[in-house]
């Protein structure tokens, strides 16, 4: 069974940079899409990025194209989310979690969760 947990979240000002990471432990990391996902103040948890096993495949929101980087590194068994350009829009609490789908496109498809991250952004 995969474990996951996230850290490097903070407080940080608008326009800085942030980078997440999420560790795994106790399963074969490097068979599991990874996604990062969001969850506001009073709001619905967020699909923001995700990538294949391998690597070689990563999709974004809309909302964070462009300002988020979402990598991994299969032989540490890690995966990150890198955070530029913050704005206080992007508080919130951030968690990885992995999928045995290639691309898993639903908090539904998603098999394993760490417990969350959180990422404040003043203004």
């Known amino acids: 069974q995969v474990q996951l947990e996230e850290s490097g979240g903070g407080l940080v000002q608008s326009g800085g940079s942030l980078r997440l990471s999420c560790a795994s432990s106790?399963?074969?990391?490097?068979?599991?899409?990874v996604g990062w996902f969001r969850q506001a103040p009073g709001k619905e948890r967020e699909g923001i990025s995700c990538?294949?096993?391998?690597?070689?495949?990563?999709k974004y929101a809309d909302s964070v194209k462009g300002r988020f980087t979402v990598s991994r590194d299969n032989a540490k068994n890690m995966a990150y989310l890198q955070i530029n350009n913050l704005l206080p829009e992007d508080t919130a609490v951030y968690y990885c979690?992995?999928?045995?789908?290639?691309?898993?496109?639903?908090?539904?498809?998603?098999?394993?969760w760490g417990q969350g991250t959180r990422v404040t952004v003043s203004s």
């Open positions: 106790g399963g074969s990391f490097g068979y599991y899409a």
């Open positions: 979690a992995a999928s045995g789908y290639y691309l898993g496109r639903s908090l539904a498809e998603y098999d394993y």
């Open positions: 990538i294949t096993s391998t690597g070689g495949y990563t």
